[in-house]
């Protein structure tokens, strides 16, 4: 098996790594970045369990190769929070974005293992589209199965944090 040394930068941290020419990026983040946060549910870009963000653009992780992301900028949903508001992570990042908390408060996280996924496509929403409606938010979050909440409750928290977002500066909220 065909191996490459690549630069791959993960929640605003480089990396330099030896990965199989097959790997993929989940594969990368969970098995050797040792980041959890990021699910592998279905493997074959059904579910958008393992959707992260590549250079700002919500991707499935589980049907992309790794190696097409060298030196391209990744972000799970361990650092979801340091973009909250911000052109890097890290800067003064708040514990969480406020998706985040306002899926704790709606009950939009049960058994938790779509939730990543869900609020990465939330997140990138919320980015683009500060006021989303509730057709533009199920739109958006098409993509993804939940066998827990039947959606509605994950529905309420980008909406709730659409309405916190739109009165608080990043650091206010």
Same mark, same amino acid.
């Given at each position: 098996?065909?191996?490459s040394v $690549?630069? #791959?930068?993960v ?6 790594l030896?990965v199989?020419?097959?790997?993929t #990026?989940l594969?990368?983040l969970?098995?050797?970045?040792h980041l ?5 549910? =279905?493997?074959?870009?059904? =579910?958008?369990? =393992?959707?992260v963000?590549?250079?700002g ?8 190769l790794a ?13 979801l929070?340091?973009?909250w508001?911000r052109?890097?992570p890290?800067?003064g990042?708040?514990?969480f ?7 704790v408060?709606?009950?939009a996280v049960?058994?938790?293992f779509?939730?990543?996924? $869900?609020l990465m ?8 589209t500060?006021?989303?409606g509730?057709?533009e ?7 993804h199965?939940c066998?827990c ?8 928290a980008?909406?709730l944090?659409?309405?916190? $977002?739109?009165?608080a500066t990043?650091?206010?909220?």
């Amino acid at each position: 098996m065909a191996e490459s040394v $690549m630069r #791959l930068r993960v929640n605003g941290r480089e990396h330099h790594l030896v990965v199989s020419d097959e790997a993929t #990026l989940l594969e990368v983040l969970r098995e050797q970045l040792h980041l959890h946060g990021t699910k592998d549910g =279905c493997a074959v870009g059904s =579910c958008g369990t =393992c959707t992260v963000w590549l250079d700002g653009v919500p991707r499935l992780s589980c049907v992309t190769l790794a190696k097409t992301v060298e030196g391209r900028d990744v972000v799970t949903i361990e650092g979801l929070a340091g973009w909250w508001g911000r052109e890097r992570p890290g800067e003064g990042a708040a514990a969480f974005h406020p998706l985040q908390t306002a899926a704790v408060e709606a009950g939009a996280v049960q058994c938790g293992f779509c939730t990543p996924g $869900m609020l990465m496509a939330g997140a990138a929403l919320l980015r683009d589209t500060p006021a989303p409606g509730r057709e533009e938010i199920r739109e958006a979050l098409s993509g993804h199965l939940c066998r827990c909440t039947g959606y509605e409750q994950i529905i309420h928290a980008v909406e709730l944090a659409a309405g916190r $977002m739109g009165e608080a500066t990043p650091d206010e909220a």
